[in-house]
Antibody, heavy 121, light 107 residues
Framework: EVELVESGGGLVQPGGSLRLSCAAS????????MAWVRQAPGKGPEWVAN????????NYLDSVKGRFTISRDNVNNAQYLEMSSLRVEDTAVYYC??????????????WGQGTTVVVSS | DIQVTQSPSSLSASVGDRVTVTCRAS??????LAWYQQKPGRAPKALIY???SLLSGVPSRFSGSGSGTDFTLTISNLQPEDFATYYC?????????FGQGTRVEIK
């Protein structure tokens, strides 16, 4: 069964740091781009970042550039989101998502259950 | 950045109805559009990619159409489990922006 499981969320003060992890199973992890998507309370999803299958290519939402770093470990089938200088507006459920290959044209075809990040003093 | 505008923001419908949701992109995105369904407290679930291709396991009452800047999600014969919020996402360029969502409610 294809599965993505996030962890690492929690309560952090503004200016603080947090590292999110996503464990993947049931598919060839190294063959897929991966992404992080967040959803603030009562809002729609917001794409945050993605990373190429080899880990070299990365793209970020402008508002997180320089603060967030996406990475992956193809040996252990995991991806990460290192978040620093956190702001109140970063409060959201963070989802790990798999980018489909080939004809999927970059659709996010598998999603994890999400991990909650709350930035508050 | 490419802006994506969905309409309506919400609609009420009955079981068995045909429902249409539209999505408009601020520039030509070809067929680089996906649709997702989200139920309260759950992660989004992919329904359609490349504007009109159904993901495996998605019921055939869901269909997508369009290209360029204007797209449509249609649900034929609405079922009780279809009451949810639907989002489109442009996958043409980063940031891969989502629409604001359309909540489909029971009439």
């Amino acid at each position: 069964e294809v599965e993505l499981v996030e962890s690492g969320g929690g309560l952090v003060q503004p200016g603080g740091s947090l590292r999110l992890s996503c464990a993947a199973s049931g598919f060839s992890f190294s063959s897929h781009w991966m992404a992080w998507v967040r959803q603030a309370p009562g809002k729609g999803p917001e794409w945050v970042a993605n990373i190429g299958d080899g880990g070299a290519r990365k793209n970020y939402l402008d508002s997180v550039k320089g603060r967030f770093t996406i990475s992956r470990d193809n040996v252990n089938n995991a991806q990460y989101l290192e978040m620093s200088s956190l702001r109140v507006e970063d409060t959201a459920v963070y989802y790990c998502a798999r980018v489909g290959t080939g004809r999927s044209l970059w659709a996010l075809d598998v999603w994890g259950q999400g991990t909650t990040v709350v930035v508050s003093s | 950045d490419i802006q994506v505008t969905q309409s309506p923001s919400s609609l009420s419908a009955s079981v068995g109805d045909r429902v249409t949701v539209t999505c408009r992109a601020s520039q030509n995105i070809g067929i680089y559009l996906a649709w997702y369904q989200q139920k309260p407290g759950r992660a989004p679930k992919a329904l359609i990619y490349a504007a009109s291709s159904l993901l495996s396991g998605v019921p055939s009452r869901f269909s997508g159409s369009g290209s360029g800047t204007d797209f449509t999600l249609t649900i034929s014969n609405l079922q009780p489990e279809d009451f949810a919020t639907y989002y489109c996402q442009q996958t043409s360029s980063t940031p891969r922006t989502f629409g604001q969502g359309t909540r489909v409610e029971i009439k």
